[in-house]
C-alpha cells in the first residue's frame, strides 16, 4: 500500500534490506521514482488466485507495478449449475493454471528463476482449489529456488486500491464485499488492519445471487441486477436495511426474504423495479456504514474492495459520499476489484519483506480469518 | 534417465526417485491424508536421499488416478508445476495399474480396487505374471456387487481354481461383499496402497516407450462427472454460495469423509 514508507526489498547493491515492519507509522506520502526495469528489479513476484472460480495468475514488481495479469473465469461452467460447484472448480483450476502462468510469466517477460518471490492464496476458500493453486506455488517456487509465499485472500483484496501507481491515504475504510464476505476494515498502516464490522449471515454478493434466482435473472446475480437496476425505481420499493444504524456488522439474510416475499406477494411488480430497490438497500447499509466509520476513525478516503465494488450504484454513492465529506473515493478498476492474482502477488511482495517464507509444509486454509490472533 | 514419481491417488502420499534400473528412494506417508502439506517437503527429502537435484531429472512421472480427486490434484498439480518450471517431461501412470504392479510375479489374474467412497469402487482386472502386468478390464467405477459379479465370473467361469486376487484398500473395505466370490483371494494392508516404487517403474517403461506428456496437456483420470450426483452438486453449490471465495466451510471438507471429493 503506497503513501506510507514503502518497504525496500533490495538495496541498490541488491542486498536485501528489511522493509518498515507493518506497525509502522503512517507517515504521509511517498513519491514514486519511476518504473523500476523488469531486469533490474529484482521485486517481480508471481502470484496465483485459485480459492473459488477464478483462476488467475500475474506479476508484480515492488508489490505495486502490474507486469501481467490473467484471469480465467470460470463463470460459463457454473453458470450450467446456478452457483459454484466445488468439484467443477477444483477440475477446471487444474487444467487451466499451468497455461495462465505461462502467460503471464510471457507478458511481463520474466523467467520464473528471476522472480523474488511466488505467492499464492492459501486461504480462506474452498478447499479442494485452494490445494491446486498451493501445490502448483510451491514446486514452482522450489523448483525455480525462489521464495514460496503463502497470502491471505482477503489481505490481498486490501491490496488492490493500491495498485498501478495508486496512492492510497491512511487511514482508509475499506468496503470488503462479494459472494463471500462483507467486512467493514480500517487499513490503518500497511499491513495493520482494525476490522469494524463483518456480515452476521449472507455476504452482500450472496444477497445479489439468490435474489437474482428469485427473480429470474440467472447467474451470477451482480451484473444482472445491477444492469435491470438501471431500468427501474429504486424508491419504489421500500425494502428494509438490516442494521443500518446498529454497529457494525451486516445482515443481509433478512433483506433477501423481504424480497422473496414481496416478489411473491406482487407477480406483477416490474422486475427492474424490486432489483433497483433491493440494490439500494444493500447500497444504503454499506455506504452509510462506511461514511460512520470514516467520521469515527477520522480516515482520509473509503476503498472498495471485492466483486461488489464493481457494482455501479455503489461506486456513485461512494463518490457523492466521500465528495460531502471531503475525503477521497478509492474505486479499484472493475478487474481489480473482483478475484485477481495481482493483488495476491501484491500482498506476497509485502508478506515477504515483513514476514519471509513461508513454510513449504503449507496447505490450504479455507477458514482463514482475515486477522490472526 | 532419473526419474521422479508422484503418487497421491489415496489417502498415501508417496515418492519415488531413480531408473529404470531401479528405485534409488521412496518415502510414502501413510497417515493421516495431509497431500497438500507433505507433498512438496518430501519430494525435495526423497531427491536429496537419493543424491539428485530436481534439475538433474529427466521425467516426472504422476499417478493420473482414478482416485481420491482432492489428493490426486495435488499429486497432478505439483507434476505438471515441476515439469513447466524445469521444463521436463511428464507421464501419466494409472493408479490401478500401479496398484496391480505389486503382483507382477504372481501368475495370477489380480483385482486392483481401490475405495472410491460413497460405496464405490475404482477397479480393473490384470493378469499378471513374469514381472509384468496386463489389463484385462477397467478401469471403472461401481459398486462393490458390481465388482463382485465381474470378479466372479473371471475366478470361476474363466480360471478354474487358478481363482483371482483382490488388493487395494477398496478390496480391504469390502472385503465381505467382495470374498462371496468363489475363488477370491484377498492381499493384505501392505497391498492397500499403489507404491510409489511402482509409479517409477511403470513411469520408466512409459517414458522409454515415449508416453511423455507436456505439463499443459496433462490430465487426471475422474472417471465420474464432477455433477455426477445431482443433489451432492445442488448441496455443494448452496454452500459454495455461502462460502464462495472466502469464507467457505470447505464443501469438501464436510464430505470429505465419504465422497471422492
Ligand atoms: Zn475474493
Known amino acids: 500500500?503506497?503513501?506510507?514508507?514503502?518497504?525496500?526489498?533490495r538495496g541498490t547493491t541488491g542486498t536485501m534490506v528489511r522493509?518498515?515492519?507493518?506497525?509502522?507509522?503512517?507517515?504521509?506520502?511517498?513519491?514514486?521514482?519511476?518504473?523500476?526495469?523488469?531486469?533490474?528489479?529484482?521485486?517481480?513476484?508471481?502470484?496465483?488466485?485459485?480459492?473459488?472460480?477464478?483462476?488467475?495468475?500475474?506479476?508484480?514488481?515492488?508489490g505495486v507495478d502490474i507486469a501481467s495479469s490473467v484471469v480465467s473465469s470460470q463463470v460459463d461452467l457454473h453458470t450450467l449449475y446456478g452457483g459454484v460447484v466445488p468439484e467443477v472448480a477444483s477440475r477446471a483450476h487444474l487444467d487451466l493454471l499451468v497455461p495462465l502462468v505461462t502467460t503471464a510469466l510471457s507478458e511481463a517477460e520474466v523467467e520464473g528463476r528471476g522472480l523474488s518471490g511466488v505467492a499464492v492464496t492459501s486461504g480462506p476458500g474452498l478447499a479442494g482449489a485452494l490445494m491446486v493453486g498451493v501445490a502448483t506455488a510451491k514446486a514452482l517456487a522450489v523448483a525455480w529456488d525462489v521464495p514460496f509465499v503463502a497470502v491471505n485472500?482477503?489481505?490481498?483484496?486490501?491490496?488492490?486500491?493500491?495498485?498501478?501507481?495508486a496512492d492510497v491515504p491512511l487511514p482508509v475504510v475499506t468496503v470488503l464485499a462479494s459472494g463471500g464476505h462483507t467486512m467493514l476494515v480500517v487499513i490503518e498502516a500497511p499491513g495493520r488492519y482494525r476490522l469494524l464490522g463483518q456480515t452476521l449471515d449472507d455476504a452482500a454478493g450472496e444477497a445479489f445471487d439468490k435474489v437474482a434466482r428469485f427473480l429470474g435473472l440467472g447467474y451470477p446475480g451482480g451484473p444482472v441486477v445491477d444492469r435491470m437496476a438501471q431500468e427501474g425505481d429504486p424508491r419504489s420499493v421500500d425494502f428494509p436495511r438490516p442494521l443500518l444504524h446498529q454497529g457494525w456488522d451486516f445482515s443481509f439474510s433478512g433483506l433477501k426474504s423481504a424480497v422473496l416475499r414481496y416478489t411473491r406477494l406482487h407477480p406483477d411488480a416490474p422486475t427492474a423495479d424490486v432489483a433497483a430497490s433491493f440494490q439500494a438497500a444493500v447500497v444504503d447499509v454499506l455506504v452509510s456504514k462506511a461514511v460512520r466509520a470514516v467520521r469515527e476513525t477520522g480516515a482520509a478516503g473509503i476503498c472498495l474492495a471485492g466483486g461488489v465494488a464493481a457494482n455501479s450504484e455503489l461506486r456513485r454513492r461512494t463518490t457523492e459520499a466521500c465528495e460531502s465529506m471531503g475525503v477521497r473515493a478509492l474505486l479499484p478498476e472493475r478487474a481489480m476489484c473482483t478475484d485477481n492474482a495481482a493483488m495476491v502477488a501484491a500482498a506476497g511482495w509485502w508478506r515477504l519483506a515483513w514476514d519471509g517464507p513461508s513454510s513449504l509444509e503449507t496447505g490450504a486454509e479455507p477458514d482463514l480469518p482475515l486477522l490472526t490472533a | 534417465m532419473m526419474l521422479l514419481a508422484i503418487e497421491t491417488s489415496t489417502k498415501a502420499v508417496g515418492v519415488a526417485v531413480g531408473g529404470p534400473a531401479g528405485m534409488t528412494a521412496t518415502i510414502r506417508m501413510d497417515g493421516p491424508p495431509r497431500h497438500a502439506e507433505q507433498l512438496m517437503p518430501l519430494v525435495s527429502a526423497c531427491c536429496s536421499y537419493a543424491g539428485v537435484t530436481l534439475a538433474a531429472l529427466d521425467v516426472i512421472a504422476v499417478d493420473t488416478g482414478p482416485g481420491l480427486f482432492t489428493g490426486l490434484r495435488v499429486g497432478v498439480a505439483t507434476a505438471k508445476a515441476l515439469a513447466f518450471a524445469l521444463a521436463k517431461d511428464l507421464v501419466a501412470v494409472s493408479s490401478l495399474d500401479a496398484l496391480a504392479w505389486s503382483m507382477r510375479f504372481t501368475e495370477a489374474t489380480v483385482a486392483a480396487v481401490l475405495d472410491a467412497r460413497r460405496g464405490q469402487c475404482f477397479w480393473a482386472v490384470y493378469r499378471c505374471g513374469g514381472g509384468a502386468v496386463q489389463q484385462v478390464t477397467g478401469p471403472a467405477v461401481g459398486a462393490p456387487e458390481k465388482v463382485r459379479d465381474a470378479l466372479a465370473e473371471y475366478g470361476c467361469a474363466r480360471l478354474g481354481k487358478r481363482g483371482v486376487t483382490a488388493v487395494g484398500d477398496g478390496a480391504l473395505r469390502y472385503a465381505s461383499v467382495l470374498s462371496e466370490a468363489d475363488g477370491l483371494t484377498l492381499g493384505d494392508a501392505s497391498l492397500a496402497y499403489p507404491p510409489p516404487e511402482g509409479v517409477l517403474a511403470l513411469g520408466a517403461s512409459g517414458a522409454s516407450s515415449a508416453q511423455l506428456v507436456r505439463p499443459a496437456d496433462?490430465?487426471?483420470?475422474?472417471?465420474?462427472?464432477?455433477?455426477?450426483?445431482?443433489?451432492?452438486?445442488s448441496a455443494a453449490v448452496a454452500s459454495a454460495a455461502h462460502a464462495s471465495a472466502e469464507s467457505v466451510a470447505s464443501p469438501g471438507g464436510a464430505s470429505e469423509g465419504t465422497a471422492p471429493w
Open chain 1, 153 to 165: 485472500h482477503l489481505e490481498a483484496h486490501l491490496f488492490a486500491a493500491g495498485l498501478d501507481g
Open chain 1, 19 to 62: 522493509p518498515t515492519k507493518p506497525d509502522a507509522r503512517a507517515t504521509g506520502s511517498v513519491r514514486r521514482t519511476g518504473r523500476p526495469s523488469l531486469e533490474a528489479a529484482g521485486g517481480a513476484v508471481l502470484g496465483i488466485e485459485t480459492s473459488c472460480d477464478e483462476t488467475a495468475a500475474a506479476v508484480v514488481v515492488d
Open chain 1, 1 to 9: 500500500m503506497r503513501g506510507t514508507t514503502r518497504p525496500m526489498v
Open chain 2, 218 to 233: 496433462l490430465r487426471a483420470m475422474y472417471l465420474t462427472d464432477p455433477d455426477a450426483d445431482a443433489s451432492t452438486a
